[in-house]
Structure formats: structure tokens, C-alpha cells
């Protein structure tokens, strides 16, 4: 199978007809094959005249163009019998290389849209796992998740949002620093009042800043009842920032 050579951006010969047939602004399904033969003659000797290398699928389309255009000229034997129209082959894989071309054409906008993605590889709570978040019994890993799971429903932060790309970032530490100087000064916090920005980053930055505090005890979490409020305490005795 030979490899189609790209010549004025045009890869390969149905591609080259497919333009001829639109900017002559003609019907695909009725090609005037007399000058779009010619058309096309002339953009391979043009070719050739600038002494550009030819590939050879080109010039056996350039001779099927001609076949077809002697046997359009060949008079009918019986006007009432009904032949088969020598341009329809070439018709119809124009039309499927057309098909061709605009499923290229999709595949290229999914393309750009998916670098507009932003994706992140999941999270590990294994190493949380390890030790239960105790402190007064109440409350657990798996009550974290949940609650922040249905805090982002509430939020609708499902939806797609609009964002940007900017070089501010916030890491664990700092969250974690924002978060000691908030219980500093109330001593206790609801825990979805900790996520007063509503961006992904922001709120996966707040909910691992938490885990780790919990992990070394510097917070309690607390837990009264099932699906009440969640509310994070500083732990009595730790030495302020």
C-alpha cells in the first residue's frame, strides 16, 4: 500500500478533488468530470513545471479522471436503456473519504477540548488509614468523606467550572498554617466552614490539611449524632503558632 505524499497541503488525490469540486462550488453527486479533469491535469503539470516530485497515486487518479471523462463522451447505444453512470464509483468514495475527513475534523476538537482538562491522579488515604481518627470515638474516616461528598453536592461543585490558569498556589503546609491561626483565635470551627473558596484545588488542599492535623493530634473531631454538624477543635495543650 502506498503512502499518500502531502502536495500543497492536499494528502492525497481524493483529497486534491474534493477541493477542485468545492471552490468550483459543484455538486458532488453531478461532478462535471470534462473540467474538473482538466483542473486537475493542470495542477499536476504545475507540478511537474515547478519540478516538484509527483507521487504516483496522483497520476492514476489523473488517469481514471480521463477514463471516466472518454466514456462520459462515448454516444449511448440505446437512449431508453438505462447505463450505469461512469462517475459513480468515483462519487461514492469521495463521499466516504469526506465521511473520513470530518471524523478526523471531530477527533481533533475532542482532542483540544480534553487538554482544557484539568485531571489529577486520585488521592491515597491509605496512609491515613493506618490510625483511626479517634478522638472522642465519634467520628471517622469514612464520615470525613461522606461529609465532604455531600458538602460538594450541596455546593454543585460537580458542574464544570469556569477557571483559569494561575502561578498562585496554596500548599498543605500553608492551608495547614491558616487553619491553626483560625482555631487559634475561635477554638473551634465548623468543618464546612473551613471551605469558604469553592475550587477543587482549594477544597482538596483544606480537606488533606485537616487529615493531617488529625493524624498528629492537633485537632479534635467531633460528631454528636449521625448527619449532625462536624466541628473541628483545638486540641487542649497544643502550643500555638
Not at 468550483?24 to 486537475?40: C, H, L
Not at 488521592?123 to 470515638?137: K, P, V
Amino acid at each position: 500500500m502506498e503512502t499518500n505524499f502531502v502536495i500543497n497541503d492536499f494528502e492525497g488525490p481524493l483529497d486534491l478533488l474534493l477541493h477542485l469540486i468545492k471552490t468550483s462550488k459543484m455538486d458532488i453527486y453531478d461532478i462535471k468530470i470534462e473540467e474538473i479533469t482538466k483542473q486537475y491535469v493542470d495542477f499536476i503539470n504545475k507540478q511537474k513545471d515547478m519540478n516538484l516530485t509527483v507521487a504516483s497515486s496522483y497520476l492514476v487518479m489523473a488517469s481514471e479522471l480521463i477514463e471516466i471523462k472518454s466514456k462520459m463522451l462515448l454516444p449511448r447505444n440505446n437512449e431508453e436503456e438505462e447505463e450505469e453512470d461512469p462517475r459513480e464509483e468515483l462519487v461514492n468514495r469521495l463521499i466516504e473519504y469526506q465521511k473520513y475527513k470530518d471524523m478526523i475534523s471531530s477527533f481533533k476538537e475532542l482532542e483540544m477540548d480534553r487538554k482544557n482538562i484539568f485531571t489529577k491522579e486520585p488521592i491515597n488515604f491509605n496512609e491515613y488509614s493506618d490510625r483511626t481518627i479517634e478522638n472522642d470515638g465519634s467520628v471517622t474516616l469514612d464520615d470525613l468523606v461522606n461529609a465532604l461528598s455531600n458538602f460538594l453536592k450541596r455546593k454543585e461543585l460537580e458542574k464544570p467550572i469556569s477557571t483559569k490558569i494561575t502561578k498562585k498556589e496554596i500548599s498543605v503546609q500553608d492551608r495547614t498554617n491558616d487553619i491553626r491561626n483560625i482555631l487559634n483565635e475561635k477554638k473551634k470551627v465548623s468543618f464546612f466552614d473551613l471551605f469558604e473558596v469553592k475550587t477543587r484545588e482549594y477544597v482538596v488542599v483544606t480537606f488533606l490539611s485537616i487529615l493531617e492535623m488529625a493524624k498528629y493530634g492537633e485537632i479534635d473531631i467531633i460528631q454528636e449524632d449521625n448527619f449532625n454538624n462536624i466541628i473541628i477543635n483545638k486540641r487542649e495543650g497544643e502550643v500555638d503558632d
